[in-house]
């Protein structure tokens, strides 16, 4: 997509989970404790076990079901996803129409790039109000078709996630941007570095310290105007306004997609 602005950015690639609202209100604790459980009925082991199993599996495979996946166990994602994510404490998470108004304000184009199945994801953009911003997600089911293909095969078949090469370079594809001029939004600093392995420039969001492979540093989304003006910047030095961002919103735009 041509772009009739100065800024650098075409596109926008945000993370969901930790990153479009706080950790602090517990969805993410909630789904470690999901996880935990799932691990001990799964395994046979005790809950202590089970904890450090969990860190052990999202370390060395980027999230315990891949690496469940990977040492052999028989899980298919739906039986994983509705014991880890259906049982999950939405309510904790209220509408959020400053976040709504600022990803409304952005003139790219908005894609969410999520390691969580799509129903998780759905469910997360409801509660937040934000369902009708993002021209596409980019979710589980996205980066994962062949373990949908045959059941008999999903515990063959590795799962693909952030921070993976396979996933990255997906969501680069399928943004149709040049890395360059795409901006990577996320929570974890392993995704960050996988994303700067590719070219793309990145924001780490939610945390204090910056590393090598981070462009920009937000101590939440909230902050991304003021830390990231540069999105909106015009070719005439000027920054976008709410009337023009409608009159481009009438403009025909790509149809959503899994
Ligand atoms: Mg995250």
Redo the contacts with the bound molecule.
């Keep these: 997509m041509d772009f009739d602005y100065a800024t650098p950015f075409n596109c926008l690639l945000f993370?969901?989970?930790?990153?479009l609202y706080s950790p602090a209100i517990g969805i993410g604790r909630a789904c470690r404790n999901n996880i935990e459980e799932f691990l001990a009925s799964k395994c046979g082991i005790s809950a202590e076990e089970a904890s450090s199993l969990r860190a052990e599996l999202f370390q060395s495979h980027g999230s315990s079901l891949a690496g469940l996946v990977a040492q052999g166990y028989d899980v298919h994602p739906d039986e994983y996803h509705s014991y880890v994510h259906g049982r999950l404490p939405y309510d904790l998470i209220e509408p959020d129409a400053t976040l709504r108004e600022l990803l409304l304000s952005v003139p790219q184009r908005k894609i969410l790039f999520?390691?969580s199945d799509r129903r998780h994801a759905t469910r997360v953009l409801q509660r937040l109000g934000i369902e009708d911003c993002f021209q596409r997600i980019i979710c589980f089911e996205t980066m994962n078709p062949h373990l949908f293909e045959d059941a008999t095969r999903c515990s063959k078949s590795p799962v693909i996630l952030k921070p993976s090469a396979a996933a990255m370079e997906m969501a680069v594809r399928l943004a149709g941007v040049a890395p360059r001029r795409t901006l990577f939004l996320?929570?974890?600093e392993r995704?960050i570095d996988a994303g700067k392995a590719l070219d793309l420039r990145t924001a780490l969001v939610g945390k204090r310290v910056k590393t090598q492979a981070v462009d920009y540093l937000l101590g939440s989304i909230a902050e991304l105007k003021q830390m990231i003006p540069e999105i909106w910047k015009k070719q005439d030095g000027t920054t976008t306004t709410r009337s023009e961002l409608e009159l481009e919103s009438m403009r025909p735009t790509t149809p959503i997609g899994a």
């Design positions: 993370d969901l989970d930790d990153t999520t390691n996320d929570d974890s995704n």
